[in-house]
């Protein structure tokens, strides 16, 4: 099992990102996928996340912080899961994780989810 994180770097205030995360080795349709980022000397935050709720239909949720700037989808064809960052602010500067779990408790890092990639810089600069 792999989660492979990617797309971060440097941009300026106002600018766009967008993140990927490649999974391998599970049947991720089945699996809700999250987004969480760390700020250096900081606890890990919930950004996004995407879960199967019926048939075809995922549900989204959303950290405060990144309500109306973030949007996170899903192409379960390609087993990848993406984090399109618009109107970025310094205080968006962090290390993107993206994870994999079936609980649906989407917003708890330390219980909700199974699989965790790597992590991917952000930095935003003023």
């Known amino acids: 099992v792999q989660l492979q994180a990617y797309g971060g770097g440097l941009v300026q205030t106002g600018g766009s990102l967008r993140l990927s995360c490649a999974a391998f080795?599970?049947?991720?349709?089945?699996?809700?996928m999250g987004w969480f980022r760390q700020a250096s000397g900081q606890e890990r935050e919930f950004v996004a996340a995407?879960?199967?709720?019926?048939?075809?239909?995922?549900?989204?949720d959303y950290g405060d912080s990144v309500k109306g700037r973030f949007t996170i989808s899903r192409d379960n064809a390609k087993n990848t899961v993406y984090l399109q960052m618009n109107s970025l602010k310094p205080d968006d500067t962090a290390v993107y994780y993206c994870a994999a779990g079936t609980t649906g408790r989407v917003r708890d890092y330390r219980n909700g989810y199974t699989y965790w990639g790597q992590g991917t810089l952000v930095t935003v600069s003023s």
């Open positions: 080795g599970f049947a991720f349709g089945d699996y809700g």
């Open positions: 995407t879960r199967w709720a019926s048939r075809s239909i995922y549900y989204t």
